[in-house]
């Protein structure tokens, strides 16, 4: 900020005493993004000829305007100076263009075009056109679902994309805005889409009034979606069972069991139900523990002729262990095959969890083996169930146990549940147990979470084991995950809990690099650590550059304050 100050002073000064001398100005080039003004005059100081003022001024005001078009960083216009003395005019014009989006994703460019704040349709099309992307229906998925996209702008995104040759033009396309429209409560435009997608001769699916009818729901509008429900015919859908079933189970699933409730036995009189509409009824109020509740739906269920099946049960004995009636869930359970219906691994899995939340592992075990022994595959809602159980208690053994069971029935645990199990093991005991976790699931291809990472690099620094937080690092890295303020200091943390000193500053300069300025209280304990190997001088220059990338940290929160993204 000083250098640029001095600048100005020196341009002003001399732009102030005459225009033509400009002759005494040179101006030096640099990589930097900003040049130098070096003032020179001869030794005697004279004035120039003329003769030299007519043939230099319009060559040295072009390069005052480019001096002044990179230091302010704002784009000159070139226009045509014709010299009058001279028979032919020379036209100079440079247009430099500079790839700094090289390093964007192509989501992200696509992205970029909206923040030019374009006034247009046509404009917005074309400047998206030029983008220059293998335009694909999973960048369309990045760009809408991603980033802070107004609905304006995601339904202009759309109506480009849907016309470029790459993206097909049917309902799964179409499902993809409608689904980020409503889950960023663009309902409006969500609406508009739908309409939309019926005009272009597309008929909407299940799949689609669900994304319909939850963003209605989630957005506490109940009612909009009730009367969404009641003009289906004017979208091109049945009402029907199937489509009461996604309205009700939309309901449930965002604890609107009341208004479920009231919408059934609304509907019940006015159309043919099926089993799957009684199940979803006792499974919304099994998740309350309403016994009276479920026992009516289930009352009504009988009458018209259904017969209780596996997921009716399930929903029961759940909602009876949620009410504190384990004995009774015990009872059903057992009273399943008297009636001819053989119990199946949801609802194995639901007695189980009546077990956990009493914490009675020995019956949790029983019931495991039981449902082994029926010759019923456990899934890996069955596992995550006993594991996660077992860490809370912190029974280590028994989840690494059961943790190889799922690898040796090949079922792959997913990132999120990789996560569950990774974030207890470090928050008590030593890491070893969750590296032993990290390892096997990396073993067989599995893909690790960055908040996993940077949970292995916190306890893996705290206890010094350095070697295996470089490669957890290493390995982060190649998996495609970028370190941010936040990996770099458990890094450094590690390494100076061990003394090596000369990494720590190695990785400490490596972030500050990247524009990551650590903690102080990080680069505290690094200064205190090399003061103590009485290395004062390392210690200073390492002091030096924490200074200056505070400043720039300092100065790019005053630019983002103020609107500037620089």
Same mark, same amino acid.
């Given at each position: 900020?000083?250098?640029?100050?001095?600048?100005?002073?020196?341009?002003?000064?001399?732009?102030? *005493?005459?225009?033509?001398?400009?002759?005494?100005?040179?101006?030096?080039?640099?990589?930097?993004?900003?040049?130098?003004? &070096?003032?020179?005059?001869?030794?005697?100081?004279?004035?120039?000829?003329?003769?030299?003022?007519?043939?230099?001024?319009?060559?040295?005001?072009?390069?005052?305007?480019?001096?002044?078009?990179?230091?302010?960083?704002?784009?000159?216009?070139?226009?045509?100076?014709?010299?009058?003395?001279?028979?032919?005019?020379?036209?100079?014009?440079?247009?430099?263009?500079?790839?700094?989006?090289?390093?964007?994703?192509?989501?992200?460019?696509?992205?970029?075009?909206?923040?030019?704040?374009?006034?247009?349709?046509?404009?917005?099309?074309?400047?998206?056109?030029?983008?220059?992307?293998?335009?694909?229906?999973?960048?369309? @998925?990045?760009?809408?679902?991603?980033?802070?996209?107004?609905?304006?702008?995601?339904?202009?995104?759309?109506?480009?994309?849907?016309?470029?040759?790459?993206?097909?033009?049917?309902? =799964?396309?179409?499902?993809?805005?409608?689904?980020?429209?409503?889950?960023?409560?663009?309902?409006?435009?969500?609406?508009?889409?739908?309409?939309? !997608?019926?005009?272009? /001769?597309?008929?909407?699916?299940?799949?689609?009034?669900?994304?319909?009818?939850?963003?209605?729901?989630?957005?506490?509008?109940?009612?909009?979606?009730?009367?969404?429900?009641?003009?289906? &015919?004017?979208?091109?859908?049945?009402?029907?069972?199937?489509?009461?079933?996604?309205?009700?189970?939309?309901?449930?699933?965002?604890?609107?069991?009341?208004?479920?409730?009231?919408?059934?036995?609304? !509907?019940?009189?006015?159309?043919?139900?099926?089993?799957?509409?009684?199940?979803?009824?006792?499974?919304?109020?099994?998740?309350?523990?309403?016994?009276?509740?479920? &026992?009516?739906?289930?009352?009504?269920?009988?009458?018209?002729?259904?017969?209780?099946?596996?997921?009716?049960?399930?929903?029961?004995?759940?909602?009876?262990?949620? @009410?504190?009636?384990?004995?009774?869930?015990?009872?059903?359970?057992?009273?399943?095959?008297?009636?001819?219906?053989?119990?199946?691994?949801?609802?194995?899995?639901?007695?189980?969890?009546?077990?956990?939340?009493?914490?009675?592992?020995?019956? %949790?075990?029983?019931?495991?083996?039981?449902?082994?022994?029926?010759?019923?595959?456990?899934?890996?809602?069955?596992?995550?169930?006993?594991?996660?159980?077992?860490?809370? @208690?912190?029974?280590?053994?028994?989840?690494?146990?059961?943790?190889?069971?799922?690898?040796?029935?090949?079922?792959?645990?997913?990132?999120?549940?990789?996560?569950?199990?990774?974030?207890?093991?470090?928050?008590?005991?030593?890491?070893?147990?969750?590296?032993?976790?990290?390892?096997?699931?990396?073993?067989?291809?599995?893909?690790?979470?960055?908040?996993?990472?940077?949970?292995?690099?916190?306890?893996?620094?705290?206890? /010094?084991?350095?070697?295996?937080?470089?490669?957890?690092?290493?390995?982060?890295?190649?998996?495609?995950?970028?370190? =941010?303020?936040?990996?770099?200091?458990?890094?450094?943390?590690?390494?100076?809990?061990?003394?090596?000193?000369?990494?720590?500053?190695?990785?400490?300069?490596?972030?500050? *690099?990247?524009?990551? %300025?650590?903690?102080?209280?990080? %680069?505290?304990?690094?200064?205190?650590?090399?003061?103590?190997?009485?290395?004062?001088?390392?210690?200073?220059?390492?002091?030096?550059?924490?200074?200056?990338?505070?400043?720039?940290?300092?100065?790019?929160?005053?630019?983002?304050?103020?609107?500037?993204?620089?």
């Amino acid at each position: 900020m000083a250098d640029l100050l001095h600048r100005l002073q020196v341009f002003s000064f001399n732009f102030n *005493r005459t225009r033509y001398h400009f002759p005494y100005l040179t101006f030096t080039s640099s990589f930097i993004p900003f040049s130098t003004f &070096e003032l020179r005059s001869d030794s005697q100081n004279t004035e120039p000829s003329v003769s030299q003022i007519n043939n230099r001024s319009d060559l040295d005001e072009r390069h005052v305007l480019s001096e002044l078009s990179d230091l302010f960083q704002f784009r000159r216009k070139t226009t045509e100076i014709s010299n009058l003395y001279k028979e032919d005019s020379v036209t100079v014009k440079q247009i430099e263009r500079r790839a700094v989006d090289a390093f964007l994703l192509p989501e992200e460019k696509l992205r970029g075009v909206f923040l030019q704040k374009l006034k247009g349709k046509t404009a917005i099309e074309n400047a998206l056109s030029n983008v220059g992307v293998n335009l694909s229906l999973e960048v369309v @998925a990045n760009v809408v679902n991603r980033g802070n996209l107004g609905g304006e702008a995601m339904v202009t995104f759309f109506s480009w994309a849907i016309k470029q040759p790459g993206i097909p033009k049917d309902i =799964d396309s179409y499902n993809i805005i409608v689904k980020a429209l409503g889950r960023r409560k663009f309902l409006k435009f969500m609406v508009e889409i739908l309409h939309e !997608m019926v005009k272009e /001769g597309l008929k909407p699916n299940l799949e689609t009034l669900a994304i319909v009818m939850d963003s209605f729901v989630a957005a506490r509008q109940i009612h909009r979606a009730k009367e969404m429900f009641e003009n289906l &015919e004017g979208i091109g859908l049945i009402r029907d069972a199937e489509a009461l079933n996604v309205l009700l189970q939309c309901l449930c699933q965002r604890s609107h069991v009341g208004a479920a409730d009231s919408l059934f036995h609304e !509907m019940g009189g006015k159309m043919k139900l099926n089993c799957m509409t009684y199940n979803i009824m006792i499974g919304g109020w099994s998740k309350y523990g309403r016994v009276s509740e479920m &026992e009516r739906i289930l009352t009504s269920m009988v009458s018209n002729g259904f017969d209780p099946d596996c997921l009716t049960h399930s929903y029961l004995i759940e909602g009876l262990g949620r @009410a504190g009636k384990t004995d009774d869930a015990v009872e059903i359970f057992d009273h399943m095959k008297e009636k001819g219906c053989a119990p199946d691994t949801r609802v194995y899995n639901a007695m189980i969890s009546n077990f956990i939340s009493i914490r009675n592992f020995d019956e %949790c075990m029983k019931y495991y083996k039981g449902l082994l022994s029926d010759s019923c595959e456990p899934d890996l809602d069955t596992y995550t169930k006993l594991i996660t159980s077992f860490l809370k @208690a912190r029974k280590v053994a028994d989840a690494l146990e059961m943790f190889d069971e799922i690898l040796d029935r090949g079922i792959v645990p997913t990132t999120g549940t990789v996560t569950s199990f990774i974030e207890p093991l470090c928050s008590f005991g030593p890491p070893h147990a969750a590296t032993i976790i990290y390892k096997k699931v990396r073993r067989i291809g599995g893909k690790i979470s960055l908040q996993a990472y940077k949970l292995l690099l916190m306890r893996l620094s705290r206890f /010094g084991k350095c070697g295996m937080l470089l490669n957890v690092w290493d390995d982060m890295q190649e998996s495609g995950h970028t370190s =941010d303020m936040e990996v770099y200091e458990y890094v450094i943390n590690g390494l100076c809990n061990i003394g090596h000193l000369e990494n720590a500053v190695l990785v400490m300069e490596e972030a500050l *690099r990247k524009g990551f %300025c650590p903690s102080r209280m990080i %680069c505290s304990k690094l200064n205190n650590k090399l003061l103590a190997s009485n290395q004062v001088e390392k210690a200073y220059k390492l002091f030096l550059k924490i200074k200056d990338a505070r400043r720039h940290e300092n100065a790019r929160r005053y630019w983002r304050a103020n609107g500037w993204h620089f």
